[in-house]
């Protein structure tokens, strides 16, 4: 069973940064793709970042691009997103995910972590 624990959320002005971190348990994460996603409230949850371990590479959503990273430490099994420039509209839960290597997390995410709040006052 895998197992997702994001952590790192919190209140902040606008402006301010956070650094989320997800830690994986359960697998060898060191071929899958991680991701983030957040969900604002009344709104559908959608993609903020992803980071393959067996490439490296990185992919993130327009809205956050410039602003947010993600990164992982694979011998720590934990994936990160730090948030720099924070805006009122980053409010949301963060979520962390997780996919095999031969699935796209952006699209078809199969392990999710339980959440953690980010707000951001104006």
């Known amino acids: 069973q895998v197992h997702l624990v994001e952590s790192g959320g919190g209140l902040v002005q606008a402006g301010g940064s956070l650094r989320l971190s997800c830690a994986a348990s359960?697998?060898?994460?060191?071929?899958?793709?991680m991701g983030w996603f957040r969900q604002a409230p009344g709104k559908e949850r959608e993609f903020v970042a992803a980071?393959?371990?067996?490439?490296?590479?990185?992919f993130y959503a327009d809205s956050v691009k410039g602003r947010f990273t993600i990164s992982g430490d694979n011998a720590k099994n934990t994936v990160y997103l730090q948030l720099n420039s924070l805006k009122p509209e980053d409010t949301a839960v963060y979520y962390c995910?997780?996919?095999?290597?031969?699935?796209?997390?952006?699209?078809?995410?199969?392990?999710w972590g339980q959440g953690t709040q980010v707000t951001v006052s104006s």
């Open positions: 995910a997780a996919s095999p290597p031969y699935r796209a997390v952006h699209t078809a995410p199969s392990y």
């Open positions: 980071l393959s371990w067996s490439s490296g590479s990185t």
């Open positions: 359960g697998r060898t994460f060191s071929s899958y793709n």
